[in-house]
């Protein structure tokens, strides 16, 4: 699952090399915030979530049994971290329909910039069409790395995000 | 390569400002680095200390093994007269070192 520089930098944190700490949280921050924001509605919240994920994954890397298995193990970290977050915020309802919800999201307003207009259309995709398009078009993941840490055929992470690019694209001309 | 059919969503990407995420990164790798030491200290504290325990309880439980009467065995007073202490090193029995002991005591 982990390529083989991010299983040296997890070896290399657990023998307490701090460069090697840097590197990973570089490499992994755009990461964990594609799959936060792919759960929540605000980019900050996002990052927040990122950011505790990564201090959480690394600081108990300890814990981590199989280091191969480091990408799922952090991204799973994210999800919760992320769900914790909405139901303390109180917006976490089981069958959410984020088209419900347009009327309080940013990119409703007279003159929305971009981030907004990028942000409403996200939050029209499905969670999981957000998600392959966050790790495809903002992390540059390839369809076989998405399909194996999503569980997914590398067809069906083509066809979520030509679907998912199809409906951005309605939305950003519209807007 | 940048796909022609990308959606370019870099105004959402937090990496953009290199500046910024660099504070972020230096921050958030600080306090995993203190954070990771703390709970190796804490690991090794937390073995540590009943490590100690376990050994004191096993000195405790030997000293008052020691110490302990251990009734009468033979011709007790006679040996009494004879050994010392450090004979019980030497591989005499402990009922009659205790007599000894308590003769010191009582001479005291």
């Not at chain 1, 207009?117 to 998600?131: D, V």
């Not at chain 2, 004879?82 to 001479?107: C, D, P």
Request: aromatic content about 8%.
């Amino acid at each position: 699952m982990a390529d083989n520089k991010t299983l040296e930098l997890v070896i290399m944190i657990i023998e307490g090399d701090e460069d090697a700490c840097q590197l990973l949280v570089r490499r992994y921050y755009r990461f964990c915030y594609s799959v936060a924001l792919s759960i929540l509605k605000s980019s900050e919240d996002a990052e927040d979530v990122a950011q505790q994920s990564l201090f959480s994954a690394l600081s108990n890397l300890n814990k981590l049994l199989d280091f191969a298995r480091f990408r799922p193990w952090i991204r799973q970290i994210v999800k919760n971290k992320a769900l914790t977050m909405l139901k303390r915020q109180g917006r976490h309802t089981q069958k959410r329909s984020h088209y419900h919800e347009m009327e309080n999201i940013p990119g409703k307003e007279d003159n929305p910039t971009l981030k907004d207009s990028l942000m409403y259309g996200l939050l029209k995709l499905s969670e999981r069409e957000r998600e392959v398009l966050l790790l495809h078009d903002m992390d540059g993941w390839k369809h076989h790395q998405i399909g194996e840490l999503l569980e997914i055929s590398e067809t069906n992470s083509r066809q979520f995000l030509f679907v998912a690019r199809k409906k951005m694209r309605r939305i950003l001309t519209q807007a | 390569m940048m796909s022609k059919n990308r959606i370019d969503l870099s105004p959402l990407d937090p990496t953009i400002d290199k500046n910024r995420f660099d504070v972020v990164v230096k921050k958030l790798t600080r306090n995993i680095l203190s954070a990771r030491r703390i709970s190796t200290v804490s690991v090794l504290f937390g073995a540590f200390i009943p490590l100690m325990a376990t050994a004191l309880m096993v000195l405790m439980t030997a000293m008052s093994l020691f110490f302990m009467y251990a009734g009468k065995s033979g011709n007790s007073q006679q040996k009494v007269k004879t050994l010392t202490f450090a004979k019980w090193v030497q591989g005499e029995k402990r009922s009659t070192v205790w007599k000894e002991v308590q003769m010191i005591k009582v001479r005291k």
